[in-house]
């Protein structure tokens, strides 16, 4: 009895075994992981279009598709994050388009043009135009799928002095990206370019390692930079936003219809991020005023005009780099 028991719960164990042997391939694939690592802070534009992204997938897939987000740098820092998407690493980055120059892409540093753009909107006729779409199917050409670019916003200078002219940044050391573009602009205003990953900027400057940097106000006050910075100098000077990128084999490894989810998901998650960027940068100027540690100083349209004229030869400096058909494309597509 106990025999004839024990073989057939046997064969029953076989063929379970067998089962999810034949079957395993399809639960593998069906459970999909994206690990999205970025570097700054849940409550700012990036980190809440993210979540929103990962939110959305999750609820469509019915949970078959997960998304784990490590933000604030936690997995990857400026320095590593793209390594880490080349070697599959992780499935998604959102990375500053700053940070794309320096992995063979210096046409994006075309964001980085300062006075290039004077309101978001002029951004948008690029990043939801063609010279975006182009920009983004280049990606390709390292491995990269460009899934879209959505914004943080606009940058303003900060230091321990007040920043509103040209003298102003005489012999300053200022935490840059790794941007050609970013380094000339300050190199043009008489101050000395450090890169430094994001992650690492609060520290070097409460260490006096570098004197002041750029950032929209959202990063500046989710870093807590209001903290070892006397001044914030409302230049408005140039653009910070991001594309987000996939590696190719991941993607390529997607069934259809996931993604056809993904995608969706992740249109919708860029156009929330965009829609609130605005009012997350002037929530952290409130946030910032409120605080009380920082001296913030609205520049006059003449003192603009004069930072303008000062950083105006970076754009002949690099149109080589960037490729001057793209600046052509660009300022075309402005201009109409
Ligand atoms: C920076 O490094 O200043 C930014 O790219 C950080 C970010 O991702 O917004």
Redesign the pocket.
């Known amino acids: 009895m106990w025999r004839a028991y024990r073989d057939g719960w046997s064969n029953v164990a076989a063929c379970a075994l067998l089962a999810c042997l034949l079957l395993a391939p399809l639960a593998l694939r069906a459970d999909v992981l994206i690990r999205f690592s970025?570097?700054?802070a849940r409550d700012?534009p990036?980190g809440l279009a993210v979540e929103r992204f990962k939110r959305l997938v999750e609820q469509r897939s019915g949970g078959r598709i997960r998304v784990t987000v490590y933000p604030a740098a936690r997995l990857y820092n400026?320095l590593d994050e793209m390594e880490a998407l080349r070697l599959g690493a992780v499935e998604m980055l959102?990375?500053?388009l700053?940070?794309f120059g320096p992995i063979g892409f210096p046409e994006f540093e075309l964001f980085d043009l300062p006075f290039l753009f004077e309101r978001i909107t002029d951004v948008h006729r690029i990043t939801q135009g063609d010279v975006g779409r182009r920009l983004l199917a280049s990606l390709s050409r390292q491995g990269l799928v460009g899934l879209g670019f959505f914004d943080?916003g606009f940058k303003q200078m900060s230091a321990n002095r007040p920043l509103r002219a040209p003298a102003d940044f005489q012999g300053l050391r200022m935490?840059v990206?790794a941007s050609r573009v970013i380094a000339a602009q300050f190199r043009a205003l008489g101050a000395r370019p450090v890169v430094l990953?994001?992650s690492e900027?609060r520290h070097a400057l409460a260490a006096g390692v570098v004197d002041g940097?750029?950032?929209?106000v959202s990063?500046f006050w989710t870093q807590r930079m209001n903290e070892v910075q006397t001044d914030l100098s409302l230049t408005q000077h140039a653009y910070?936003g991001?594309a987000v990128v996939a590696n190719q084999r991941f993607w390529d490894s997607l069934l259809p219809a996931d993604r056809a989810v993904v995608t969706q998901a992740m249109q919708e998650a860029l156009a929330y991020g965009n829609a609130i960027a605005d009012a997350e940068n002037e929530r952290a100027l409130q946030d910032l005023r409120a605080a009380g540690t920082t001296r913030i100083h609205v520049l006059s349209p003449a003192q603009r005009a004069e930072l303008r004229a000062t950083v105006q030869p970076v754009y002949d400096q690099l149109s080589t780099r960037i490729g001057a058909q793209w600046i052509r494309d660009v300022q075309q597509t402005l201009s109409r």
Request: no cysteine; proline share 8%; charged share 20%.
């Open positions: 970025h570097v700054v700012t990036k400026d959102a990375p500053s700053s940070k943080n935490r990206q990953a994001f900027t940097t750029e950032n929209p990063n910070l991001y």
